[in-house]
């Protein structure tokens, strides 16, 4: 549940509430991009004030596997981090494979950076990693729009995004008793 606590102008301040704990917002939120953040413990984390941590979806779901962290316990055992964690789709990193991937309406096929497996990601396979990863809060996939991109290509875009949203809302409202609290 998010909650607007303070409004100067147009700022405001809001309060996150999570199963993992409480954000305060805005709020800075470090990159655990393998499952930990480099060079920090999670007790440093924890002693300079990190609320949320961001979980990659995309590298975590190529390795050490999403099914893997299942087995262990989430994302949250695996790092030993029990405050709340947001995990991105993976849009922007299978965007930065250019040439790579293949982008259809049904979603996205690549060739692992990893070990050249073919994968395939669509948007509701993206909400089931990121449940396998029991995240606070995962995001819906979506397209990266290039740069420079004209009126018509970021319209097509966004329109795919769009519908690439829907799916992955109701993927995540199927999966709903598996944990997880926001989807954004």
Known sequence: MFEVVARDGMARRGELALGHGVVQTPVFMPCGTYGTVKGMTPQALTDVGT?????????LMLRPGDQQIARLGG?????????????DSGGFQIFSLGDLRKLSES??????????DKVTLTPESAIQIQ???AADVVMVLDECTAHPATYAQARVSMQLSMRWALRS????????SHGGDVVC
Do not use: C, E, Y
Not at 51 to 59: E, R, V, W, Y
Not at 78 to 86: D, E, K, T, V
């Open 107 to 116: 979603g996205v096929v690549f060739r692992s950076p990893v070990n050249g």
């Open 51 to 59: 609320q949320i941590l961001l979980g990659n979806t995309f590298h």
């Open 75 to 87: 994302l949250h055992d695996f790092m030993h981090w029990q405050g709340p964690i947001l995990t």
């Open 169 to 176: 809302r109701a993927a995540f409202d199927k999966t709903q």
């Open 131 to 133: 449940r396998n990863l």
